[in-house]
């Protein structure tokens, strides 16, 4: 080791810029040497320096460091690590392949960059990922606040940063098109649309090459960074551009009032399985990051190959470590946890009872504003829904998004179902002192059909993903309102907008927090696919076209989250009482006839009062999803108080939604629907 090189510290993690220069830091319990390599360019074949770091001066415990001084922000390096190559009992060092910092803050790759590199035998440096050191104090924040919103006035709109602008008509400039600065340029039309967040698909660096056949990792759900926003969403080829880029599009959203929700993947990294890359973990401590059997295979309960080994104390330590940098040093809001339920395994697959790394999350107290959100199953079939630990998490309701597409298509044997969906799901979340609005309420997500497909399709369409259709979910609850597809049918092209509407409907009357799904607002279409994980093209991009082509559903979901988002009972924080006598927000249930629910099997309909006694608020509800029209009994109001059609879904544009300044009158004391539609009554 030469002079001017000092040993370092073992904390913090990862690299951190220092007033005279960088100490380095990286955990890797079972090698013997590590090599520190810096470069001068991204392309470069070897290193411009290597240092090699001695155990008996460079290492305190299993935590490898050195500083090294007159190196600064913008420095791009990585690790090699010697040991042991012996797969079958879990060890893959080799130290001709580079290592990214599982602690980078930034990664950079060249133009050559090959996933299958990292495969093949033989060192990579010319074809590797590489960090990059970045120093994260210097931004301007301009006293930047996170707007801490609460889920009962939460509009959550779930979104891909690089789909949301790439299509040529959202009037960006080419270079910004797909990218956290194209995203500050549509902040305007979230607005003027009424959602309160923004639910990131992935934005920590992936690896795009992730994917079978020659096709794009698009969604981003492979992982390789956690730390690192994801360089693929800048325009400027400036090292610290991820970590700036991003900065400047939560600071904007902030500004509007809009929250920034990411979605994290702590189940599982690109690395895959035993046929994957060497490109970080599995270089450093494979048998510590992620989860193996007794023979050391990659144990699998993400789908993905390989699974992360969360409750093992240095991961654990990883994670949190990560959530604190993107909520302390970036200013997000909250996080969607991909696959929650894999973190409530133990390091040999078992399920915990008490899981630390989710009570961690939980409790900690750099957490303690943030919204924090899990997806409580996993793909080994652990279902958490309703059950998942804490005191904090909201989930994905799925149950939600399936009774409601069941109801809404006319299948028997969900009405009873709905009642719940639309209280909350007590039968679901039966605990106490939950807040009923940790149900993420959803119809539609990334993962299947887009609205538009829901009504549209029979059958998923995923001849483009080359995997002979056999990916993607087969049970989608969806109804093609008869032939499968696009049709220049006037009269199924209006029963697919009304069933469009009538699931919308359902969504923002429910209790709950409402998630929708990026374009379904504008009718976006897959074309069928329910599986667009590698479309990188205009079957997943948002269509700017659709702004113009598709104003009526536009308009309507515009002014049904301004109906909702501005009555106390649609933003209540309790439970709706199942009474039509309680002095608390409740909800009475009707059929065609007052007081008369149809509970059987057999029924397509129901109607509910809600009323909330401190503001007055007073809301009926009628749903028809028969294929005849039904007669509904209107419940009776005290003097000087009349009905108020506010949403008729049969209706046409622009009588479908009236805000009360608009709506008609309602004098009779019985309504017929048509069949399948939803009416929203007011009473004023």
């Not at 990059?132 to 801490?148: G, L, M």
């Not at 690192?228 to 400036?238: E, I, K, N, V, W």
């Not at 079939?381 to 309701?397: P, T």
């Not at 044997?413 to 719940?420: D, Q, R």
């Amino acid at each position: 080791m030469t002079k001017d090189i000092r040993p370092g510290k073992s904390f913090p993690l990862g690299a951190t810029v220092l007033k005279n220069g960088v100490n380095f830091c990286i955990f890797s319990q079972k090698c013997e040497k590590i090599d520190l390599v810096l470069f001068d360019d991204v392309d470069a074949a070897r290193p411009s320096r290597t240092i090699e770091l001695d155990p008996k001066i460079n290492k305190t415990f299993y935590y490898w460091h050195v500083f090294v001084p007159g190196i600064h922000s913008g420095q791009i390096y990585g690790y090699r690590a010697y040991g042991l190559y012996e797969p079958g009992k879990g060890h893959y060092f080799d130290h001709r392949k580079l290592l990214l910092d599982p602690y980078t803050r930034a990664v950079v790759k060249g133009k050559k960059y090959d996933r299958q590199a990292a495969i093949r035998p033989g060192d990579n440096f010319q074809y590797a990922m590489k960090s990059v050191v970045i120093d994260t104090t210097q931004y301007n924040w301009e006293n930047d606040r996170p707007p801490k919103i609460p889920y009962s006035d939460s509009v959550i709109y779930e979104m891909h940063v690089g789909g949301f602008t790439r299509h040529p008509g959202s009037g960006i400039d080419e270079k910004k098109r797909g990218t956290f600065s194209g995203l500050i340029e549509k902040i305007p039309y979230l607005k003027t649309l009424g959602i309160t967040a923004v639910e990131l698909m992935p934005v920590q660096q992936f690896d795009e090459q992730d994917a079978p056949y020659g096709m794009e990792n698009y969604w981003g759900y492979s992982p390789i960074a956690f730390f690192a926003p994801h360089r693929g969403y800048c325009f400027s080829t400036d090292s610290a551009a991820p970590v700036n880029e991003f900065r400047d599009m939560v600071k904007a959203l902030h500004k509007a009032g809009i929250e920034v929700i990411l979605d994290v993947v702590f189940n599982h990294t690109a690395e895959g399985n035993e046929k994957g890359p060497t490109i970080c973990y599995r270089g450093l401590a494979n048998h510590v990051y992620y989860m193996l059997d007794n023979k050391s295979r990659y144990a699998n309960f993400s789908g993905c190959g390989n699974t992360l080994n969360g409750n093992h104390s240095i991961v654990r330590r990883l994670i949190r470590h990560c959530l604190r940098y993107w909520v302390s040093e970036l200013h997000v809001d909250g996080f969607r946890f991909d696959l929650a339920s894999v973190m409530a395994r133990g390091e040999k697959g078992e399920l915990l009872e008490n899981p630390p790394i989710l009570w961690s999350i939980d409790s900690d107290p750099v957490l303690a504003g943030t919204k924090i959100i899990a997806e409580a199953w996993d793909a080994a079939g652990l279902y958490q829904v309703g059950s998942f630990i804490g005191d904090r998490f909201a989930e994905w309701n799925g149950p939600f998004r399936d009774d409601i597409r069941k109801f809404a298509k006319g299948d028997e044997k969900t009405v009873i179902k709905l009642a719940a969906r639309l209280n909350a799901s007590p039968d679901i979340y039966g605990r106490k002192n939950r807040e009923p609005n940790r149900s993420i309420n959803f119809i539609t997500c990334h993962d299947g059909f887009t609205l538009n497909d829901l009504v549209s399709y029979n059958e998923k369409h995923n001849e483009a993903n080359k995997e002979n259709n056999n990916d993607g979910h087969s049970e989608n609850f969806s109804w093609n309102c008869g032939t499968e597809g696009s049709t220049v049918d006037l009269k199924i092209n209006k029963l697919r907008l009304r069933q469009m509407k009538n699931m919308m409907t359902l969504l923002f009357i429910s209790q709950g927090t409402p998630m929708i799904l990026m374009g379904d607002e504008l009718q976006r279409t897959q074309h069928g696919n329910n599986n667009a994980y590698c479309q990188n093209n205009k079957i997943s991009w948002l269509n700017w076209d659709d702004v113009q082509n598709n104003q009526d559903m536009l308009r309507f979901v515009k002014l049904l989250i301004r109906f909702t988002q501005t009555h106390d009972i649609f933003r209540e924080e309790r439970f709706w009482i199942p009474s039509d006598k309680s002095e608390e927000p409740h909800i009475t249930f009707h059929g065609t006839e007052l007081f008369k629910p149809d509970w059987s099997d057999f029924s397509h309909s129901l109607a509910f009062t809600l009323n909330h006694p401190e503001s007055g608020n007073t809301m009926h509800i009628a749903c028809n999803a028969y294929w005849k029209k039904l007669t509904f009994q209107l419940p009776p109001l005290k003097k000087k108080r009349s009905w108020l059609k506010i949403v008729d879904t049969f209706a046409d544009s622009p009588f479908d939604i009236q805000l009360p300044k608009d709506a008609p009158h309602v004098t009779s004391t019985a309504v017929t629907l048509e069949s399948r539609s939803i009416l929203l009554l007011y009473a004023k």
